[in-house]
């Protein structure tokens, strides 16, 4: 996993090199990361899809600028878009679990929280071949027994612009600017257009501020900071 996300984070690094000097630099693409000292991190962060108009166009926007992100899916909607959820992992995006109808998982027995959790990771698993996906709850409500039956590292954030409530471009955008911060982890859904469209403001924004996207096992192994099964991580503030 370490070392799958150090080859993704020097995908991004010449893609952001290439964004910024127009050229490509003189770096094998294999190489073991050499963060510059002082680099800006932060992981962008969508939930409750795929859907497949709006993520499919997220996706070519982050494309072209080289950003690769986390997606935490519904496993219920990854049946009839795999080819999406296929495209994510191929193009370097970390996948997690996001619940398989959209529940809050507290209270749950440990049956009911296996066919949340339990349900999605095979449905991604079926479609992927690999099996280290992440988790977020819903509403980012978890208690002792989430955490025991998780079974992965649980990824909150620290960044909410709270993008559903009005669905407004501007006001999302603006607000992920100005609360950015290295190390820093974004929440947003890809299945709003107007996320979709702020998302990839923001993402130019940062980027003329000199941050690096990445995903979330990427932040966090950059920082040092090993994920564990069961613990809760809500960014990797230096
Ligand atoms: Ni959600």
Not at 1 to 7: A, I, N, Q, S, Y
């Amino acid at each position: 996993m370490f070392k799958r996300g150090v080859r993704r984070l020097t995908a991004a690094v010449l893609a952001l090199a290439l964004l910024l000097t127009g050229c490509t630099p003189a770096v094998e693409v294999d190489a073991a990361v050499e963060l510059p000292e002082g680099q800006k991190l932060i992981a962008l962060t969508f939930d409750d899809g795929p859907r497949r108009s709006t993520t499919t166009r997220l996706l070519d926007g982050l494309a072209e600028r080289g950003v690769q992100a986390t997606f935490f899916l519904i496993g219920a909607q990854v049946e009839h878009n795999e080819d999406v959820v296929r495209r994510m992992d191929e193009e370097g995006h970390q996948i997690g679990i996001h619940t398989f109808d959209h529940v809050t998982l507290t209270g749950l027995n440990q049956a009911d929280f296996g066919a949340q959790v339990g349900k999605s990771r095979e449905a991604l698993k079926a479609v992927l071949g690999h099996n280290d996906f992440l988790l977020r709850p819903p509403y980012g409500i978890l208690d002792e027994s989430v955490k025991r039956w998780a079974g992965c590292p649980i990824i909150l954030w620290s960044i909410d612009p709270e993008d559903w409530r009005d669905q407004n471009t501007r006001r999302v955008a603006a607000e992920v600017v100005a609360e950015a911060r290295d190390g820093g982890i974004i929440l947003m859904h890809d299945i709003f257009p107007e996320s979709v469209d702020a998302a990839l403001e923001i993402v130019d924004a940062l980027h003329a501020q000199g941050y690096l996207f990445c995903t979330v096992d990427q932040l966090f192994a950059a920082r040092g900071i090993p994920l564990e099964a069961g613990e809760s991580y809500w960014n990797a503030y230096p």
